[in-house]
């Protein structure tokens, strides 16, 4: 599939065939596209929760996320985090392929760009997330199947029920599967003119 279909044809469909399974290679396949997504300083902080336990998603539907059906209907649900603490972790490892002097300046600037600035770590933990969801949604389109990205759910009592650790961020979660109801028309998107702004407001 192009690109650019893959783009034009995702939608947020909420109906999936329980029954279908994915196959062992294709979720390898998309979790291995998916992590080609870019972050900052190619710290790859995202971390993804596969929610494969059926008691555990139908009780994220049925008790913190609204009865969404695809929860537990859909091929694979991905809930989305980050380490917004890994610029700290080893951060080499991030530039094991690269060439020593670029490996290092890189290294010594990961510090001081986010130390002591929470707010930059959070948000780069989120801008890394939605690159990442965006990333998988259209390698599933590429694949054949389906998505729905999900923010309809109690962060909160999931993170708990997941254990998520203290240095990390939630995120939203996508559903992937056989869709087997057609998306509504699309709403319609705004007009160029009001979206893009040439160098100032």
């Known amino acids: 599939m192009q690109v650019k279909d893959a783009i034009f044809n995702r939608r947020a469909i909420k109906h999936f065939d329980a029954d279908h399974k994915m196959t062992a290679a294709e979720e390898k396949e998309l979790l291995e596209t998916t992590i080609q997504a870019p972050t900052s300083f190619n710290i790859q902080h995202w971390r ?11 009780k994220i539907r049925k008790e913190h996320g609204n009865d969404q059906a695809q929860m537990t209907d859909a091929s694979l649900l991905v809930l989305f985090t980050a380490d917004m603490k890994a610029w700290q972790k080893e951060p080499s490892r991030y530039f094991a392929n690269a060439p020593k002097e670029v490996a290092e300046m890189l290294v010594n600037w990961m510090g001081p760009f986010h130390e002591g600035r929470e707010w930059l770590q959070r948000d780069e933990a989120q801008r890394s997330i939605g690159l990442a969801m965006q990333t998988m949604m259209l390698a599933a389109q590429g694949l054949g199947y389906q ?13 708990k029920l997941i254990n998520l650790p203290d240095d990390h961020v939630m995120g939203p979660m996508v559903a992937i599967g056989k869709g087997t109801k057609e998306a ?3 709403p319609g998107q705004l007009p160029l003119d009001e979206v893009v702004i040439e160098n100032s407001f």
Do not use: N, T
Not at 48 to 58: G, M, N, Q, S, W
Not at 147 to 159: H, K, L, N, T, Y
């Open 147 to 159: 998505s729905c990205p999900m923010i309809g759910f109690d962060i909160e009592a999931v993170a």
């Open 48 to 58: 993804f929760v596969i929610l494969r336990d059926p008691e555990l998603r139908a």
């Open 184 to 186: 509504w028309p699309k």
